[in-house]
């Protein structure tokens, strides 16, 4: 039996669930699980918020996994679908965090301004983390785009149904995110490049006062 279900497709393991088949609902949930937890937390920046939203997606499966379409995008799409809604519902239960809809900026010729601490050593080593941080500082409709088309590799009909908009949106959208990330890392980079001949002129001078004082 278990062998069965780990050969089973995602589609009919939600058939299953549908039934009443709690072990069709574990094994989805290994299955994809990571996906959903990934989308939250690229989303939303904190691990915690994932997890609890990685939890309430399976939830909300268990519920209504009859109502998954087959055919009109893959499963994890409707997951990622899911899995916004709940980000979207916890994030305004809990002042902590910033709404989703609160992120949105109606001028897209407006580019963001790149939150730098001066103090920070971005040591080449941390390029994954800058990345995370660029893309998290994106405005919510460019953020999802991202986060479900180059990270979570789904296509772009895939990403549309998740989002509920027209490919063409995720087309644009993507294009204007894209430019939007490459401008704020190239920032980080002249940041990081102005910090290193700085380092190097305090160590020059350092020498100098010893060379002197010698």
């Known amino acids: 039996m278990t062998d069965d279900l780990e050969r ?56 209504e996994a009859g109502r998954y379409q087959p055919g009109r995008s893959s499963v994890t799409a409707w997951l990622c679908g899911i899995a916004r809604n709940c980000l979207r519902q916890r994030l305004q239960r809990d002042a902590r965090f910033e709404s989703l809809d609160g992120g949105e900026q ?60 027209a490919i063409g949106t995720v087309r644009s959208r993507l294009h204007r995110a894209r430019a939007m990330l490459a401008a704020r890392l190239a920032a980080l980079q002249e940041h990081d490049g102005q910090r290193d001949t700085a380092a190097g002129r305090t160590t020059d001078a350092s020498m100098t006062q010893k060379r002197c004082m010698a």
């Open 106 to 165: 109606d001028d897209e010729g407006q580019l963001p301004i790149v939150q730098i601490d001066p103090m920070g050593d971005l040591a080449r080593g941390e390029r994954i983390a800058a990345l995370r941080r660029a893309v998290l500082a994106l405005p919510v409709r460019y953020r999802e785009v991202v986060v479900l088309c180059d990270l979570e590799e789904l296509s772009y009909a895939d990403a549309a149904d998740a989002l509920g908009c």
């Open 8 to 63: 089973t497709s995602d589609d009919l393991l939600l058939v299953g669930i549908a039934a009443g088949k709690a072990d069709a609902l574990t094994w989805l949930f290994r299955r994809r699980q990571a996906d959903v937890y990934r989308f939250a937390l690229h989303m939303s920046g904190a691990a915690a918020l994932a997890d609890d939203v990685t939890q309430d997606v399976f939830l909300v499966v268990m519920k």
